[in-house]
């Protein structure tokens, strides 16, 4: 019982990282298609979280659950790209919001964090019980 309290207490840790880092290339590609392409906010939302998504699956696959085995689109592809296209709709309300309430690229970025950290707890027990589970 206590090694897998400290399993999942490390996955934890692991999945928190993998965020921070998905949250990091999210704002990024989103900052660079608001204020160097001049996109609009939602437009530059969905390739930000388009851009995210890939290392997010790919890191949270290998580092975090600990898969190398064969990539499963019915099983963990396609469930986790349906996940993000929740978090991508949700945090495209946000955007959407900010955009229409603030002209401020600072606050469009909030709406996206917004989004996905209103999902990001549910998330990690998703990928934990039925995604990566062995």
């Known amino acids: 019982m206590q090694n897998q309290i400290w399993a999942l207490r490390i996955k934890l840790f692991r999945y928190s990282s993998v965020s921070a880092l998905a949250v990091i290339i999210t704002q990024t590609c989103l900052w660079f298609g608001l204020v160097i392409v001049g996109w609009p906010a939602l437009v530059a939302n ?21 898969r190398n085995d064969s990539h499963s689109v019915r099983d963990e592809i396609l469930p986790f790209w349906l996940y993000s296209v929740v978090g991508l709709a949700l945090s495209s309300a946000f955007v959407t919001f900010a955009d229409l309430w603030w002209d401020s690229t600072v606050m469009v970025m909030a709406g996206n964090l917004t989004g996905f950290g209103i999902l990001w707890v549910g998330k990690f027990f998703m990928l934990e019980k039925f995604l990566f589970k062995r």
């Open 46 to 66: 969905v390739f930000s979280v388009t851009v995210g998504a890939v290392p997010a699956y790919l890191l949270n696959r290998s580092w975090v659950w600990g």
